[in-house]
């Protein structure tokens, strides 16, 4: 009951906090676009350079509002000419700046510099991301204007072009109420929905305890929204206004670049089948150890990250592609729903970032707009996915509540067919008659006696997989009692080749007691039990034979008990471990019940261990 209150305590929280992210943006849109026709002479002055260009010593070119900077290698481009309006003394001059050390000069004398002094961290190459603030003396539109920036990174896409398309003349509260105008609406996005993200994880977290299924993915999956949230949070103009560090700006952006691409192999790996769990886990860690050993060689000014960024996304791009061809093969050779589902929702991420750094090179879009579009795009897709997985855990827990009832029910079954009064009796007899033959031999039957019934009794809590060899223990231990009772009318062969595997608790014993009553027993010159394991293929095979008087097959079973017994061994077979029970049996030649069992690694079976 408290399963079921708590995941649609959950359900209905996340669809809440989704609507309330669609109400929120829906009318934090309509208030901006008021406050946008409210305010439009309250914003600050767009001013740009008119005049020519050139790239290192280069000639001169004039300089146009499509031009593109070569950005392969490190460059000093010069701007020479005037500025498009007049900037009064006292007003600021404010330029977004990303990761370009730069000059301003009017008439010659330079007024302004960002990152010449080198006063940002040493382990940096470039000053970092911020907009830039220079308190004007007055400049007239016929001053000379000279604008000198260098590259100390290559393959920082538009760089240029930003600073150059980037330029406003005003107030600095000006220049934020303006920046929140025009990003407001996917700035609320990504702090929703990175709460929504934190919320889920912590709610997961919580109620694992209660053991519903898929709490794992859901929160694997919650994890996505947090980081990237968070990317394009650090891609906004408006991030830089509210974190003035310009080193720090940069470096949580890396940060979070390498950390998406590691989140995103970790949700992979938790919705991909068994057989490849233990395969895709082991590039899992090796994938998180690397990043982790980068992150900290960064930190230590080893290496820098933002350098290493396109070649580590070219890189990343063929591992990519080979995880998804196999996790889609999982998806459709082994009918694996959820990592179909997920391969879709991650879709618009995986194009997003093969383009994204094909853009690094051919520079078609501006810097971040593909995978920012395309992240907002995955995390609405995210929010439908997690309201899945939650709402097919809560249904799963209830099936497997009624499962578990079942389970429960057949247990005490077959724990009630194994302790019959007939048995007692005999074996209490049996004990009663060597008491007087063997003392000492009548003291290990009453011990081994007393553990058969506990192990009996301990079948009505035991809910795991237990080794074959404790089955096999306690299968013994009957046998025994009844080889006392046959003497050489009753022959046990043991042909074990393999014993390391699980198998549910009293699978094996209730077959071993039908052979033994219903096979040997009823054959006047006794017979031959034979209990052999092998490994066929993926599956562990354990077969039961007797050469007793068998039986027809096509007719029901007159034995009640016998049949009832026998249904129990085969669904908790197959509830349990998947497993299946085959009968063969010829009047005159005995019995053959053969148990299937998956081995670990193949699909759908990690229930037993191969030697």
């Not at 708590?6 to 309330?20: A, F, T």
């Not at 305890?209 to 980081?227: D, E, I």
């Not at 960064?298 to 995880?323: A, C, D, H, S, Y």
């Not at 027809?552 to 016998?562: A, E, F, I, M, P």
Request: include cysteine; glycine fraction near 6%; charge should be neutral.
């Amino acid at each position: 009951m408290k399963q079921k209150i708590w995941s649609k305590l959950v359900l209905y929280s996340v669809i809440l906090l989704g609507m309330v992210i669609l109400v929120i943006s829906t009318l934090t849109d309509i208030w901006m676009e008021k406050q946008s026709m409210d305010s439009h002479n309250n914003i600050p002055l767009s001013v740009h350079l008119i005049g020519q260009y050139r790239v290192d010593n280069g000639p001169w070119i004039e300089l146009t509002k499509d031009v593109k900077f070569d950005l392969s290698k490190q460059h000093t481009v010069t701007v020479q000419g005037h500025f498009s309006h007049e900037i009064l003394a006292g007003q600021e001059l404010m330029i977004y700046n990303r990761m370009l050390v730069f000059t301003l000069k009017v008439d010659g004398n330079e007024v302004y510099n960002f990152g010449r002094d080198k006063n940002y961290p040493g382990f940096l190459k470039a000053p970092g991301t911020t907009w830039c603030r220079y308190t004007s003396s007055g400049i007239s539109t016929h001053a000379k204007v000279e604008l000198i920036m260098q590259n100390h990174y290559v393959r920082t896409s538009d760089v240029y072009n930003v600073l150059l398309d980037n330029m406003k003349v005003g107030s600095y509260s000006q220049l934020f109420m303006e920046m929140f105008l025009k990003e407001g609406a996917i700035l609320l996005i990504c702090v929703f929905l990175s709460l929504f993200g934190i919320l889920v994880f912590t709610l997961a977290i919580i109620v694992r305890g209660f053991r519903l299924p898929h709490w794992t993915k859901v929160a694997a999956v919650s994890l996505f929204p947090m980081f990237t949230g968070a990317w394009i949070l650090t891609s906004l103009k408006c991030y830089s206004l509210i974190v003035p560090n310009p080193a720090f700006v940069n470096i949580s952006e890396v940060l979070v670049i390498y950390t998406i691409y590691a989140a995103f192999i970790l949700v992979l790996w938790i919705h991909a089948g068994d057989w490849l769990k233990d395969k895709l886990g082991i590039v899992t860690a090796g994938v998180c150890l690397f990043i982790t050993i980068m992150i900290i060689l960064q930190l230590l000014g080893v290496i820098n990250l933002w350098e290493m960024q396109f070649p580590f996304l070219v890189t990343g791009i063929p591992l990519l592609v080979i995880i998804v061809i196999i996790l889609a093969y999982d998806a459709i050779r082994f009918g694996n729903n959820d990592v179909g589902i997920m391969l879709l929702t991650f879709s618009p991420s995986i194009v997003g970032y093969i383009l994204e750094t094909l853009n690094f090179v051919y520079n078609f879009a501006p810097h971040t707009l593909i995978m920012n579009t395309a992240f907002i795009i995955v995390m609405f897709l995210q929010l439908i996915q997690i309201i899945y997985l939650i709402k097919s855990g809560s249904e799963e827990r209830e099936q497997a509540l009624i499962i578990e009832k079942e389970l429960t029910e057949k247990r005490v079954a077959i724990m009630l067919s194994q302790i019959q009064p007939h048995f007692l009796y005999n074996t209490l007899t049996t004990i009663e008659n060597m008491v007087y033959k063997d003392k000492d031999k009548a003291s290990k039957m009453i011990s081994d006696f007393s553990q058969y019934l506990r192990e009996n009794m301990d079948s009505l809590n035991q809910r795991e997989l237990i080794p074959f060899t404790k089955e096999l223990q306690h299968i013994k231990i009957y046998l025994d009692f009844e080889k006392v009772r046959f003497k050489d009318y009753l022959t046990i062969v043991y042909n074990l080749e393999v014993k390391n595997f699980y198998l549910p608790i009293l699978t094996v014993q209730p077959l071993v007691e039908n052979a033994v009553r219903h096979g040997i027993n009823k054959k006047p010159e006794g017979g031959t039990i034979c209990i052999s394991t092998k490994q066929v293929q993926s599956d562990i095979e354990i077969i039961i034979e007797d050469d007793g008087l068998g039986f027809d097959q096509t007719q029901n079973v007159n034995d009640g008990r016998s049949h009832v017994g026998l249904e129990n061994v085969r669904k908790r077979l197959m509830a349990q471990c998947n497993g299946i029970l085959l009968i063969e049996s010829k009047i005159g030649f005995g019995t053959k019940v053969t148990i299937r069992i998956p081995v670990e690694g193949s699909p759908g079976g990690i229930y037993s261990t191969q030697i």
